[in-house]
């Protein structure tokens, strides 16, 4: 990985290509090797994988993977940024070329048919407002990937790993679990992006289950979970009669799935949220 970009190679390619980092992009551009490093030593990825990178930007995190062996594709928004990265990898890493794509895209249209192969790893530094979103949007999409290890700001990091009980523990930390298990395993110091974030970041890990969370349909139990979080406060006696058909209606469903009515939501597993949308497709609810 000696062709790694530093702060000076990163502010030269900006400038190069008048690049002026956006919020609205959530470009912050890591420019230290040794977290790039980190990052590609955590993820675990080789020669065998093929790394799906969101929001590659200038290539830092790029090259990096393309040094572990890894074939990678990279999904970039901007039409600057996307046509400047093989260039990139062709001056400062060329023998990794040939294992290299790019794509302009919103990561959130991506669809299977896009790649030119089935990805088995997500690794990205997202942008934070739409961290969530993108990360579901590609499991859903993309059965393939089984591994991710993602940088996001730490608040949303210790959303998506919380687990029941909480107080963090809500829609993100549900609907990643339905997927499989996820854990925060690193903080990344502000120093190391440019420009400098006004926010803390951290890495988090997540693997595919071998076995889904339930065969319920996923979009219904999203539902339930989305209703449930509306209002944090209520019961799931309350937050569900909307979805349920009215408070007694809940109430039944939730007791045919041995859940108190009086619980809220951030106090079950997506488990439990899977039994109660098979408790509603049983008689006398259906």
């Known amino acids: 990985m000696s062709s790694l970009l530093g702060p000076a190679e990163i502010r030269g390619l900006a400038a190069e290509l008048d690049v002026r980092p956006t919020k609205k992009l ?15 030593d955590l993820s675990g990825v080789g020669p065998d994988d093929h790394v799906l990178e969101v929001g590659p930007g200038l290539g830092s995190l ?5 040094g572990s062996g890894a074939r990678v594709t990279a999904v970039e928004i901007d039409p600057v940024l996307a046509r400047h990265l093989p260039i990139t990898v062709g001056e400062r890493a060329p023998e990794t070329a040939p294992r290299f794509t790019v794509r302009t895209q919103d ?30 949007h590609l499991l859903a999409e993309l059965p393939s990937l089984a591994h991710g290890l993602v940088m996001v700001q730490t ?5 998506m790993a919380a687990g029941p009980g909480s107080r963090i523990y809500g829609v993100p930390s549900v609907k990643l679990a339905w997927y499989g298990p996820a854990r925060k395993v690193a903080p990344v110091p502000r120093a190391v992006f440019w ?11 997540f693997e595919r289950s071998a076995e889904p969370a339930s065969d319920v349909d996923r979009d219904e139990v999203f539902a339930v979970v989305d209703a449930a979080f509306a209002q944090r406060r209520k019961t799931l006696r309350a937050a569900l009669s909307s979805w349920a058909g009215s408070a007694d209606k809940a109430e039944a469903i939730l007791r045919a799935a041995g859940i108190d009515p009086r619980t809220r939501g951030e106090q079950l597993g997506v488990r439990d949220y899977a039994k109660i949308v098979e408790s509603r497709a049983l008689p006398p609810f259906v």
């Open 62 to 66: 790029t090259l990096g993977l393309l």
């Open 107 to 136: 990561a959130l249209k991506l669809r299977a048919d896009d790649l030119p192969h089935p990805p088995t790893h997500l690794v990205a530094n997202l942008p934070y407002n739409v961290a969530v979103p993108v990360v579901l």
């Open 195 to 205: 420009p400098v974030p006004n926010v803390d970041s951290a890495l988090v890990a």
């Open 155 to 159: 608040e949303v990091a210790d959303r």
């Open 26 to 40: 959530g470009q912050n551009f890591v420019h230290d090797p040794n977290t790039v490093r980190r990052i590609v």
